[in-house]
């Protein structure tokens, strides 16, 4: 997935400055999976509970070292009779943009749910975004491939905990059952790949690369 200029996923605490995370949350990749299937939007979330029991997710963060980050000021005009004036209103006047970021995700499920994925993900019931409704993504090299669950000290992927090298942060991960209430996950996304672990962790092993999925 690749963004096509700006991308933000907005952290909820922010405030003031809307800063973003340096990763697309599970809950916003599973989105953009329900736009593909085109499943039913909050309040008829049911579709994306299942969903979101019925696959696990891998993060990798390509141009770990050379990612941009960008904060813009924005002036909000308001329309009058003879054009638009400047207002000063109490809503947040700073963003932080991520630019061209690049990840590849991995879809772990049931032979059936991967072919539907893998089918519409190519054409799409609705149109795609990664973050925001106006941040244009761009999927390209969509492939299917068998999995094996093992354990390896070589992690190509974000993984749970708090690790050596790596950027913390705790992001959205999936919603309970009433579709509002959120559970969040504390990841590691490594500097460099392979991240080295001191002992053996459970993934998966997709191709060449060891992944951790949830």
Known sequence: ????????????????????????????????????????????????????????????????????????????????????????????????????????????????????ISEKIRNPERPLYLGQSDDLVDITNVKTTKSEKMKSKEIYSVIEGVYENCEIVKVPYKFGSDGKSLQELTISIPMEYPLITDEKVRCYKLGDECIALY
């Open 1 to 116: 997935m690749e963004g096509l200029y700006f991308n933000c996923f907005r952290k909820p605490a922010s405030t003031s400055t809307i800063l973003s995370y340096p990763i697309p949350p599970f809950t916003t990749i599973r989105g953009v999976l329900a736009n593909c299937l085109g499943m039913g939007q909050f309040p008829k979330y049911d579709e994306y509970l299942l969903l979101q029991e019925e696959i696990k997710i891998g993060i990798q963060k390509l141009d770990i070292k050379g990612i941009t980050r960008e904060l813009s000021k924005f002036l909000k005009l308001k329309k009058t009779g003879s054009g638009f004036r400047r207002i000063f209103p109490s809503s947040p006047m700073f963003k932080e943009f991520l630019i061209n970021p690049r990840y590849k995700i991995y879809v772990l499920g049931n032979n059936e749910w991967i072919k539907n």
